[in-house]
Nanobody, 140 residues
Framework: EVQVVESGGGSVQTGGSLRLSCSAS????????IGWFRHTPGDECELVAT????????????IYADSVKGRFTISRDNAKNAMYLQMDNLKPEDTSVYYC?????????????????????????????WGQGTQVTVSS
């Protein structure tokens, strides 16, 4: 069974930083694309960032939503089976539950109408396998 676990959420003030971590187990491949989703105030599920299958030169192609570009950095460390989302210069509108998705087949920047919980239930689809989420709260 595929299991995905996130950690690293918390509460910070505007302008602060947090680093989210994610690990996945049970996938048949040792290398897979990763994405981070969050629910937006506009009642959409936003794919904040994705990183593709890694290669020896770049570690994977990254794609970001416009809302986080320049502030968030997605990365992976295959040797540790760990994936990260570094979030800097956080804003109150970044407050949300963040979900790590392993083995995604869609790319960052996309938005889906409705709750992220719907996509979370579509295990093994193009939206990948999700963890339970970690809360990020940014106060003004």
């Amino acid at each position: 069974e595929v299991q995905v676990v996130e950690s690293g959420g918390g509460s910070v003030q505007t302008g602060g930083s947090l680093r989210l971590s994610c690990s996945a187990s049970g996938l048949t491949s040792e290398d897979y694309a990763i994405g981070w989703f969050r629910h937006t105030p506009g009642d959409e599920c936003e794919l904040v960032a994705t990183i593709s299958v890694s290669n020896t030169n770049t570690g994977g192609v990254t794609i970001y939503a416009d809302s986080v570009k320049g502030r968030f950095t997605i990365s992976r460390d295959n040797a540790k089976n760990a994936m990260y989302l570094q979030m800097d210069n956080l804003k109150p509108e970044d407050t949300s539950v963040y979900y790590c998705a392993a083995d995604v087949e869609v790319t960052g920047g996309l938005k889906y109408g409705g709750s992220c919980l719907i996509l979370q239930g579509l295990r093994g689809s193009v939206y990948g396998y999700w963890g339970q989420g970690t809360q990020v709260t940014v106060s003004s």
